[in-house]
């Protein structure tokens, strides 16, 4: 089993900044891969970003490529997502996840944490 635990996000104005953190445990987190899903209000659950357990790779929706960037501490067992321009339509429950089932690991995964709220006003 991984247990995650989301924190950083807020209120920030559209071309602002924030960096989610994630918190990772069990025994289950070891060498998985791990990202954010995000989800707005009335929207499909989407796929934000994912680092392999290396680091080596990363990969971003469209929508975030060049303005997020995925990063991980193994040693500390912590995920993070930079959240940089930010847009009002950026709004959005943020989601850690590991231990994807598919390749590339934009989608499959198996844990999910609670979520942190992300709000972006214009």
């Known amino acids: 089993q991984v247990q995650l635990v989301e924190s950083g996000g807020g209120l920030v104005q559209a071309g602002g900044s924030l960096r989610l953190s994630c918190a990772a445990s069990g025994r289950s987190y070891s060498g998985s891969t791990a990202g954010w899903f995000r989800q707005a209000p009335g929207k499909d659950r989407e796929f934000v970003a994912a680092?392999?357990?290396?680091?080596?790779?990363?990969y971003y929706a469209d929508s975030v490529k060049g303005r997020f960037t995925i990063s991980r501490d193994n040693v500390r067992n912590g995920v993070y997502l930079q959240l940089n321009s930010l847009k009002p339509e950026d709004t959005a429950a943020y989601y850690c996840v590991a231990r994807s089932l598919s390749w590339p690991p934009i989608s499959g995964y198996r844990y999910w944490g609670q979520g942190t709220q992300v709000i972006v006003s214009s």
């Open positions: 680092v392999t357990w290396s680091g080596d790779h990363t």
